[in-house]
């Protein structure tokens, strides 16, 4: 399974992120992370429809949505029509993960399920066999910037293995947080092959494109 590197725009500057997002498509990127919060499943406020729906108009690139968000099914016909390729959901957020996972995939839309960091694996697995991405949080969500929480590497191990042993290997494991030059052979090692990365790539003297290059250098 080839690795994904897949900048998070929640680093860029906010007063000229379409710029931001092609400057990740140009560089190299394979898809672009919009980090969706309300507040109240995290403790910070981004961006939700309107802005997925403006990237949409000038980014080809996948737009995996990550909705850190209570309740999302309420909106996930939303960001669909708004452009999602990709719509992850929190386990920790939805009482009816099952219904909500089916519904993205009846839509057309890739289907993803995240796990905040003291998450158990065991806690999503019996939606896996219905999910087309695991999202390992590799940070406690809300913000950038943070430290990689080393605790996250066995978790990757884990759920490669669930995946793995339910024939679904062609599900990746994406990560997020704290991912740079230094975690990015590491959560790799663990089983990871989808990226997330946002002070890596926007607040890299290398610049968005080298940015990129290093980190996929540091993956392979
Ligand atoms: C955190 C977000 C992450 C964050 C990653 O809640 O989901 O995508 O933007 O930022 P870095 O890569 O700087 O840790």
Redesign the pocket.
Known sequence: MSIWIVP?I??ADFTALGEAAQAAESGGADAI?I?V?DGHF?PNITVGIPVVAALRQRIRLPLDV?L?IEEPARYVDAFIEAGADILTVHVEADRHLHRTIQHIRQRGIKAGVALNPATPPEAVEYILPDVDLVLV?T?N??????AFIETMLPKIRRLRTMLDALGRSDVPIEV????NAETAPRVVEAGARWL?????VYASPLGVAGAIQHLRQRAE
Do not use: K, R, Y
């Open positions: 998070s929640l680093s992370q980090d919060m995290v990550h850190m949080m940070v969500p809300g913000f950038g910037g943070q997020d947080g704290g991912i997330v990365a946002g002070s890596a």
